[in-house]
């Protein structure tokens, strides 16, 4: 079975601007996730989207938003980008409670 | 919020030998911990994962262990192969409002040397 794709690979952007990446979950997988892992920083939890609602949120500010489609792929949307947002940005996906299967993630880049 | 304390960041072993990896969290709530592999160029893979009612888990060379009443689990690699060279990293979910949301630690850089 096809694993969790994510696009673009890459992504340069200039602060300021807005950066969408993309995400397309295993299929039968209804639950998509969004973690930034920052250089040095680990994996911090970003987004859940279930059935196309946002289900829970983690600390990071509302420029950071997404949206889970009726195919059940997914959205990141990051606005009024800034340097310190500059990380490899993971997807994952689920299916009830299952583990979480991730992605090979976009590398968004803030010069 | 939840903490999630990994231990060591970096371990070197040589092929054959044994390692080991523990974390420590602080919600004790919590009731599921996946352990993930990292390669370089990767996303994490999910090697292992154990919940709060089994206190060991076994898959091949690969075991996990939890104590709830410390709050802490560990991650043992036994005759290890320079292809389990990676970084590894810990989680817990805590269930409630943290339900669907996993507590990372820091991640640690394991080395094998042929």
């Known amino acids: 079975e096809a694993g969790v794709t994510q696009s673009p690979t890459h992504l340069i952007k200039t602060r300021g601007q807005q950066a969408t990446l993309r995400c397309s979950p295993i299929?039968?997988?209804?639950?998509v996730y969004w973690y930034q892992q920052a250089l040095g920083l680990g994996l911090q939890f970003l987004l859940w989207?279930?059935?196309?609602?946002?289900?829970n949120r983690g600390n990071f500010p509302p420029r950071f938003s997404g949206r889970q489609f009726p195919n059940y792929s997914s959205e990141l949307n990051v606005n009024a980008l800034e340097l310190e947002d500059s990380a490899l940005y993971l997807c994952?996906?689920?299916?009830?409670?299952?583990?979480?299967?991730f992605g090979n993630g976009t590398r968004l880049t803030v010069t | 919020g939840e903490n999630v304390e990994q231990h060591p960041s970096t371990l070197s072993v040589q092929e054959g030998d044994s390692a080991v990896i523990k974390c420590t969290y602080s919600?004790?709530?919590?009731?599921?911990f996946p352990w993930y592999k990292q390669e370089l160029g990767k996303g994490p893979q999910l090697i292992i994962d154990?919940?709060?009612?089994?206190g060991e888990k076994k898959d091949q060379r690969i075991a996990v262990t939890l104590n709830k009443t410390a709050k802490h689990f560990s991650l043992h690699i036994t005759e290890t192969q320079p292809e389990d060279s990676a970084v590894y990293f810990c989680?817990?979910?805590?269930?409630?409002?943290?339900?669907?949301?996993?507590?990372f630690g820091q991640g640690t850089i394991l080395t094998v040397h042929p």
């Open positions: 989680a817990n979910e805590a269930g409630g409002t943290s339900y669907g949301k996993l507590t």
């Open positions: 989207y279930d059935e196309g609602e946002e289900r």
């Open positions: 154990i919940r709060s009612n089994v």
């Open positions: 919600d004790s709530a919590s009731n599921y």
């Open positions: 299929s039968g997988h209804t639950s």
């Open positions: 994952a996906s689920s299916l009830a409670d299952s583990p979480l299967h």
